[in-house]
């Protein structure tokens, strides 16, 4: 994807059309956030509804991720094809008929299959709206693209609260759901109706699957896949886990343990527009390896030390923040071709992170209980670090060749 076609077609529109775009992306990470983590607060009260183990809990939430990968391996290859203005779309598509049909049923592999519907809707935003910024702000990536993931943070705050009042008023998880529905609605609408300076590829800028598998491929990039991976795992093994988590082990009530997975993604939103300001000057690789290594301490402490210490399981997400968009800006800047189909790629390995952590953990949670299960969080950050060691490895080698 070269940037000055890209420049070209945006110097066609005016600076406040720009913004109206960037807004739309804004909003697009906003219902991907708020989506997302639906799950958390109202995994609890599903289980006990309908009289599912641990275990069937992961696999309906492996339904999403499942749906994630495969959206963000077509949609990454779509994107570079038909656009980010008709990814966006179609991911609004996608929500509004997954969370219908999620809050509807009640047999086991439907509600599977109704999150993995919602999983491609969240892959296509993933990769559609991480394209948008890419396209429309081509100057300092870092920065924008840790802005749009506060937006994702300011979603996935909100939704804790959100639930944990609907929850306490004796509203039911299926109605938690279904007022979501008009946030889906609402971003399909906003992309089916504003304009988008899309062209087809130029001759020699479109697809190349040997350029791809090339570039997408090599020993650096798959130390970036293992990296993304682990992280998501472990992003969204708290998010899904964290309030069973805390009313089964630290005995918190429902509106306290929402209320700290809240704070998770507080901190999250927080991180993320504070290291806008810093991983451009601080780099890459070395911002996110100091904040790995932290996180895993905050787990630590957090999982295994008294229950005052528990406060450290949302202070984790201050670390975890900055490190999928770090990501995103450090793989942007390697590749100028096909940059959409590997980030989608880059994306997918992140959707079978998401898929296999929360899965894990609910696994191991019949077997081993719900504390050494979300343990594995721990060994989650243990990869992210070992990753990162490696990356950084190879771009010190890299640049004593030059």
């Known amino acids: 994807m070269s940037t000055q076609p890209t420049i070209a077609r945006m110097s066609a529109f005016s600076s406040s059309h720009l913004w ?19 799950k958390g607060p109202t995994l609890p009260a599903l289980l006990r509804d309908l009289n599912f183990s641990y275990g069937q809990g992961g696999t309906i939430l492996f339904g999403a991720y499942l749906g994630f990968m495969v959206a963000t391996l077509l949609m990454g290859v779509l994107t570079d094809a038909i656009g980010n203005k008709a990814v966006l779309a179609l ?24 999150l993995f519907v919602v999983g491609l809707g969240l892959g296509s935003i993933e990769v559609g709206g991480n394209a948008l910024i890419v396209n429309l702000h081509s100057h300092a990536r870092g920065r924008y693209l840790n802005l749009l ?8 705050f909100v939704v804790p609260l959100y639930a944990a009042l609907l929850l306490s008023s004796d509203f039911t998880w299926r109605q938690v759901y279904q007022f979501s529905i008009l946030l889906a609605a609402g971003l399909a609408l906003f992309f089916v109706l504003v304009k988008y300076p899309h062209q087809a590829p130029a001759a020699g800028e479109g697809l190349n699957l040997r350029t791809l598998f090339a570039s997408g491929f090599t020993r650096r990039m798959t130390w970036y896949y293992v990296l993304v991976t682990v992280y998501v795992a472990a992003e969204i093994g708290i998010a899904a886990w964290i309030v069973e988590f805390l009313q089964q082990v630290k005995g918190f009530s429902i509106s306290t ?4 997975l809240s704070l998770f993604f507080a901190a999250i939103m927080v991180g993320r527009f504070a290291g806008s300001f810093v991983v451009e000057r601080i780099g890459y690789l070395r911002v996110m390896l100091a904040a790995a290594l932290a996180a895993t301490v905050c787990l630590i402490a957090g999982i295994f030390g008294p229950d005052q210490f528990a406060f450290f399981l949302p202070l984790t997400g201050l670390f975890f923040s900055i490190m999928f968009p770090t990501t995103t800006a450090a793989v942007s800047a390697l590749h100028v071709e096909n940059l959409g189909a590997i980030l989608g790629v880059l994306f997918t390995f992140g959707g079978l992170g998401g898929a296999l952590g929360p899965w894990a953990i609910g696994a191991a949670g019949d077997l081993v209980g719900i504390e050494m299960a979300f343990a594995l969080n721990i060994a989650f950050c243990v990869m992210m670090l070992i990753s990162l060691l490696a990356l950084r490895r190879l771009a010190r080698v890299e640049s004593s060749e030059q």
């Open 20 to 38: 109206l775009l960037t807004v739309g992306g804004f909003y697009a990470f906003f219902v991907f956030g708020f989506v997302d983590n639906l």
């Open 91 to 114: 991911a609004g598509a996608f929500l509004t008929i997954g969370l219908t049909a999620f809050s509807l049923v009640s047999q086991f592999w439907l509600l599977a299959l109704a």
């Open 149 to 156: 993931a506060v937006f994702h943070g300011v979603g996935s």
């Open 257 to 260: 343990s929402s209320l700290y």
